[in-house]
């Protein structure tokens, strides 16, 4: 029995254990930072943040140890699909009978205890992922395998837009690198970047200046997927574009020489009346807005490509066409999400980011004061207690959303980079032991977990620095509260567990 236990301690990987207890305890002790100047009491006082995050802790490494010592690993795979159930039985009940905070309702209240279940559900998630890419004779590349894996990502993370946590959803877009990793071709991240950037041309530039550069992207992928046609294509392709590009400035010359023409024969005529007329039939003749033009050409164009396509059996044309058909759909579906699926202060938050509106005193105040922050810091920070944007409270939401300013405040550049170096470590770590792993289950929930951290670290110091819309989601095993962390410690402790069982055979 006693070696047996040796063997189970030998094959943790304690490097990745060490990562975690840095990052918990860095974690603890900036919440301390960021809350000391606003609460009367030591790091220890349960009547703190801090003190609370303490009792978190020492649960969460309770929860830790049962996991990697007590139950059996192979549990997490058999229980995976009535745990998916009863997460998702729990994100759908928390939108009925959780009140609204921050206009959200996702949080189930028990006394003076919070639990969100979005949280928990990136473990469900990854569980059943997991399990249901592991069966045998499952292809990434049959549609009805990869609708499945869709389902069991999508199905929980539009739940979780109903309860207005815009955040928490968009971690699951992650999840896209573990379906990349088991064989889903690399268009696929390609078509999402290209949505994203359809998105925001369309909110900036308008749609015509979005459809102008969608027809560019795949104009250049039909040439590129051609090499025997690439000049050619990519020629022709490239004539409409620029073309296209030119067409509103050949049509605001348009517009500027009707105008003086009219306004010359209304003199010459000497009959107001006269003149009106002709302005009028002018303006309805010639000055045409550059999408009605581009609308006509697709109308003609879409048809007569697409049975080009079938006539010479070109594949990828019949895609691009059918693309193109889909980008005009969500170019001119793009304002109605903005300003009925958002709310309002997501809307304010998206165009301060984009630079559409500016609010410093308003939706940009917390994302300005956290940059004020990071930058009052330098290279090696004012030191521990000592940063005033901290101590004083201008950064709200700062022991939450934010603490990544604090780090920057009172630790400087170098802080920031171990702290960062730290979660690259662990990342990197996840996806090394994952690879090394012979059963499939495993390694596709040691990229789940990968990729929930990352898409945490990427959105959130983002957000901080103001290069993301601030929406709300922790920064993890660094943050204050006791879902994320629990969620992030069943997360990574699964793992270690599936891998320890790994090595004991292997």
């Avoid at 934010?402 to 690259?424: D, H, M, P, R, S």
Wanted: aromatic letters at 14%; glycine letters at 10%.
């Amino acid at each position: 029995m006693i070696d047996r236990d040796a063997h189970k301690r030998q094959s943790v990987d304690w490097k990745l254990v060490g990562a975690y207890l840095l990052l918990v305890v860095i974690g603890w002790v900036n919440i301390f930072a960021a809350t000391h100047s606003g609460e009367a009491g030591s790091i220890l006082s349960f009547g703190t943040r801090a003190g609370k995050q303490f009792v978190w802790i020492l649960t969460a490494l309770g929860l830790a140890g049962t996991i990697l010592f007590l139950l059996p690993a192979r549990l997490w795979e058999g229980v995976c699909i009535p745990f998916y159930a009863f997460v998702l039985l729990l994100l759908v009940v928390v939108i009925f009978v959780s009140s609204d905070i921050k206009g959200s309702h996702s949080w189930f209240s028990l006394g003076p205890v919070s639990f969100q279940p979005a949280e928990i559900s990136k473990i469900s998630t990854s569980l059943l992922l997991s399990f249901l890419l592991s069966q045998q004779g499952f292809k990434m590349t049959r549609w009805k395998d990869f609708l499945m894996a869709c389902l069991v990502i999508g199905v929980p993370m539009l739940v979780i837009v109903g309860e207005s946590e815009t955040g928490s959803a968009l971690v699951y877009t992650g999840f896209i690198f573990v379906l990349y990793r088991e064989g889903l071709s690399g268009w696929w991240l390609g078509l999402i970047g290209l949505i994203i950037l359809l998105f925001i041309t369309t909110l900036t530039l308008g749609a015509y200046w979005s459809l102008v550069i969608l027809l560019g992207v795949l104009v250049g992928c039909n040439a590129y997927l051609h090499p025997a046609e690439f000049w050619k294509r990519l020629g022709i392709g490239a004539g409409i574009v620029l073309a296209l590009a030119l067409l509103p400035a050949v049509i605001r010359g348009i517009d500027a020489a009707v105008l003086a023409r009219t306004e010359y024969l209304g003199t010459r005529i000497w009959v107001p009346q006269a003149g009106e007329r002709m302005k009028s039939f002018w303006s309805f003749l010639l000055p045409v807005k550059p999408i009605c033009v581009l609308l006509v050409l697709a109308a003609i164009g879409v048809p007569y490509l697409l049975w080009r396509a079938w006539w010479r059996k070109d594949k990828f044309l019949g895609l691009a066409v059918g693309a193109f058909v889909a980008g005009l759909i969500l170019v001119f579906s793009t304002q109605y999400i903005f300003e009925n699926v958002l709310q309002d202060h997501q809307r304010v938050r998206i165009e301060v980011l984009l630079g559409m509106k500016e609010d410093l005193a308003g939706a940009g105040y917390n994302v300005n004061q956290s940059k004020i922050a990071i930058g009052s810091g330098g290279f090696a920070g004012k030191g521990f207690l000592n940063g005033t944007q901290t101590t004083y409270g201008f950064v709200p939401e700062q022991s939450t959303d934010f603490i990544f300013c604090t780090v920057g405040e009172e630790w400087g550049f170098l802080g920031c980079l171990a702290v960062i170096a730290l979660y690259v470590f662990m990342i990197a770590r996840l996806i090394l032991d994952a690879e090394r792993c012979r059963g499939h289950f495993t390694r596709v929930y040691g990229y789940c977990v990968a990729a929930c951290i990352f898409m945490h670290l990427f959105i959130n110091v983002g957000m901080t620095i103001g290069m993301m819309p601030v929406i709300g989601i922790p920064l993890p095993l660094l943050s204050y509260g006791g879902s994320s962390l629990w969620a992030f410690t069943i997360l990574i402790f699964i793992f270690l567990a599936l891998y320890r069982d790994e090595k004991k055979y292997f």
